[in-house]
């Protein structure tokens, strides 16, 4: 069976990667014509990933890198298989042209996946519409601020979000075209050993907040104190549960987190009712607890 080599690449290109295996994960059109021997983790377009070389490249990763991925080795797998489909679709669009010079295949493999980026970017623009309407609609943060002194600010904002979408749309294509078949006892191996916070938080008929962040996030750090506070004070009548993204990836994804801290409020059925993303206040928490007859 023919071995997969994924060469290792720039800490830009891994950060990205990172991002958008967690924001997208991976589903592909997967094909399933028997279980995959236990060795063998995925198969991507009939190419191999080994278990013997995911584990090379896990520990292959810079230290800052690899604690994104120590609970969530099902999401470093969807990393490898991106970066598999990233690097073959550049190929395919005839990019490796660019990159003939290069002595080193890391550095050619880098250099392919950021041209495929730019190619995926470059259409992309912002709209004076579209500038108004972020403005107009987040008036009240801005306060009397003009338009003028962060237009630029807005249009870089915006621009970043569009491309962002871009990718993660031109990722999720790549994968709904790609025959992608993993591991599902390896799989579930991995899931249990890291478990799920609310599986009991949603299924004890109290309302809940969950809080989705990290503690390398400034306003996740500034939240924590509250959080641990709240938890006291509604003991019994309502669950406030802290789930660290990095740890819990996949729950993570599974909620759509985008940003962090995201917040999101739960009925006592299990049902999202509202949701927030940025800091939330003492205060702020206390008055959709209220409305949901929590006090």
Not at 23 to 29: K, R, S
Not at 42 to 59: C, D, H, K, L, Q
Not at 159 to 176: G, H, R, S
């Amino acid at each position: 069976m023919k071995r997969i080599i994924v060469f290792r690449i720039s800490s830009f290109i891994l950060i990205l990667l990172i991002v958008f295996a967690f924001i997208v994960g991976v589903t592909g059109a997967c094909r399933k014509t028997g279980q995959l021997n236990k060795h063998t983790l995925a198969v991507v377009n009939g190419r191999t990933i080994r278990e013997s070389y995911f584990n090379e490249m896990f520990e292959a990763l810079p230290e800052q890198h690899k604690t994104a991925y120590v609970y969530d080795k099902e999401g470093f797998l969807d990393r490898l298989i991106v970066e598999i489909l990233l690097i073959n679709e550049a190929k395919k669009l005839g990019f490796e042209k660019d990159v003939q010079g290069m002595k080193k295949e890391e550095e050619a493999n880098t250099a392919l996946i950021e041209r495929l980026i730019t190619h995926i970017t470059s259409s992309v623009e912002v709209s004076e519409d579209e500038i108004a309407a972020f403005y107009d609609d987040k008036s009240e943060q801005l306060g009397e601020v003009p338009l003028e002194q962060v237009r630029d600010s807005v249009m870089s904002y915006l621009l970043v979000q569009k491309q962002n979408n871009a990718i993660e749309k031109y990722i999720k294509d790549l994968q709904n075209n790609a025959a992608i078949r993993k591991n599902e006892k390896w799989i579930a191996k991995q899931a249990a050993l890291v478990g799920d916070p609310l599986e009991q938080t949603l299924n004890n008929s109290k309302p809940s907040m969950v809080d989705f962040g990290s503690d390398s996030c400034i306003p996740c750090k500034m939240m924590k104190p509250i959080l641990e506070e709240l938890q006291e004070k509604y003991r019994g009548k309502a669950d406030i549960v802290i789930v660290d993204v990095y740890r819990y990836r996949k729950i993570a994804s599974q909620y759509g987190i985008r940003a962090i801290p995201t917040q999101i409020f739960f009925d006592e059925s299990g049902k999202e009712i509202w949701r927030h993303e940025g800091f939330l206040s003492k205060e702020e928490i206390v008055k959709k607890l209220d409305e949901m007859g929590v006090n």
